[in-house]
């Protein structure tokens, strides 16, 4: 099995008049944990959002294992009919900054919704493992409360779950703590250190610089939509080459 | 006024069989207008032109024009139509004529409302569905629909309740609804007794409706209690 887990090649997405993503190429390797980092509007979270079709690219290619979602061909953007793109994009799972959980589903039911219905899986062992998903989150006694009930910590840890239980090759956090309150990130921090301490494949998008530099295997900075560098946490964060990089690294390590 | 047990009594026969008439109209309206709001509420907020605008314009006709009128047109519009046309089926009898108005009509009023429910669940739902591999459908129907109930049941309650005192409109094609009988009875014995019994009912009615509604509201608010 290829150990090519996401392949962006020149991608390009605008929004209007506003470039989101300017060429940019990526290749994400089983078992990496890849963080993205870079300032607001930097082009991060759409770079995710593009892998899992939230959003639609303007050029480019993106293959999630070995498979193309999106080419382009003579200029001409060629996505996968939507049956097949449903398919490839539940071979990723995305966690959200403002975690989406199902608001009139149990926690429970918030894992087990897509294993069962979308994947027809059986619902007795779905529930099973679901329940094995709110331990690993530290959440089992939480399976029949719903999310109205839960704080934004333990919103986020479902959401987790949730994610991981659709047994995805790559997980998708997209500013997974930016929405919690400084005290309450370090209890998702901690879950997104255990995954990948256990080698879940993964690109990360946060602001938590020194998170950041701890689980990556690899970093990413982007800069208007672009790719400035990118290698060892140690050589992004400790020394970097660019102006740019630089400049944002002194903005953010010191607030 | 005469509120003698006997005269009550006495007028309670017909007025019963008017009720039923105005139950009859009620239910019946409820029954095919819930659905077929939903229909058209899926289809005025569709990505697909030729579903959406249709299904705008039928609710900008039915919403932007007397309940009366359309009423008219239905049971003696229709009528000329058939007569000059040769088209018998569009003959309606007088009874069919209000269920089929009413039910349009109130479909276009559901509609809206659906619409704006479906409309205020969160962007995010969506895009979470997605990603875990729903289709647009089942999307609609297992995560916003279920989550856009509990917003939908007050307006709908408010209607529902217009509804029980629309249904004396059908009065003026001469349905022998509650009210009619009540106007019948009290021209007859030129008292206003048969007036005040049918508000009565009416106001009963609408009380039972008032607390289904608010048990309903309770049971599709469960999920947005707060911590326990």
């Known amino acids: ?255 | 006024m005469n509120l003698s047990l006997d005269y009550v009594l006495l007028l309670l026969p017909s007025l019963m069989r008017g009720l039923k008439e105005t139950l009859s109209i009620f239910c019946l309206t409820l029954v095919l207008s819930l659905p077929l709001g939903l229909v058209f509420a899926l289809g005025s907020i569709s990505k697909f032109w030729p579903f959406r605008f249709p299904c705008r314009v039928y609710v900008w006709l039915f919403r932007g024009t007397p309940l009366m009128l359309q009423l008219f047109f239905v049971y003696y519009g229709l009528g000329i139509v058939a007569n000059r046309s040769g088209l018998l089926f569009l003959r309606l009898d007088r009874f069919p004529a209000v269920v089929i108005t009413f039910a349009l009509n109130y479909a276009a009023y559901f509609a809206e409302i659906y619409r704006a429910g479906i409309q205020s669940i969160d962007r995010g739902q969506y895009e979470a569905a997605k990603t875990l591999g729903f289709t647009r459908t089942r999307t609609m129907f297992r995560i916003i629909i279920p989550q856009a109930i509990r917003r939908i049941i007050p307006p709908v309650s408010n209607e529902t309740i217009t509804l029980v005192k629309d249904t004396a409109l059908a009065n003026v094609i001469a349905v022998s609804d509650m009210l009619k009988v009540a106007k019948d009875a009290s021209n007859r014995d030129t008292t206003v007794t048969a007036y005040i019994l049918a508000a009565l009912i009416y106001l009963a009615i609408t009380f039972v409706l008032t607390v289904v509604y608010q048990k309903l509201e309770q049971r599709f608010s469960r999920h947005e209690q707060e911590a326990v």
Do not use: W
């Open chain 1, 1 to 255: 099995m290829s150990g090519r887990i996401v392949e962006l090649e020149n991608v390009d997405k605008r929004y209007g008049e506003v470039t989101a993503l300017a060429d940019v190429t990526l290749r994400v390797d089983r078992g990496e944990q890849v963080v993205i980092i870079g300032s607001s509007g930097s082009g991060k979270s759409t770079l995710l959002r593009c892998i899992n079709h939230l959003e639609a690219v303007d050029r480019g290619k993106i293959a999630i294992n070995g498979a193309t979602l999106v080419e382009t061909v003579d200029g001409r953007v060629k996505y996968r009919r939507e049956g097949e793109i449903r398919k490839l994009i539940m071979q990723t799972a995305m966690v959200f900054q403002h975690f989406n959980l199902f608001g009139h589903l149990t926690c429970l039911d918030n894992i087990a919704i897509a294993p069962i219905e979308i994947k027809r899986e059986n619902p007795a062992e779905v529930r099973e493992r679901a329940r094995e998903l709110l331990k690993l989150v530290g959440l089992e006694q939480k399976a029949g409360a719903y999310p109205g009930q839960l704080s934004g910590g333990q919103k986020q840890r479902v959401a987790i779950a949730r994610a991981l239980a659709i047994r995805p090759s790559i997980l998708l956090f997209d500013e997974p703590t930016s929405a919690l309150d400084p005290e309450i990130t370090g209890e998702v921090l901690k879950v997104i250190r255990d995954l990948a301490a256990q080698g879940y494949t993964m690109m990360l998008v946060t602001h938590e610089m020194g998170f950041a530099r701890e689980v990556a295997t690899r970093a990413v900075f982007m800069d208007n939509g672009r790719i400035i560098e990118e290698g060892p946490p140690g050589s992004v964060f400790g020394a970097p080459e660019s102006g740019r990089l630089r400049l944002f690294l002194k903005a953010v390590i010191k607030t």
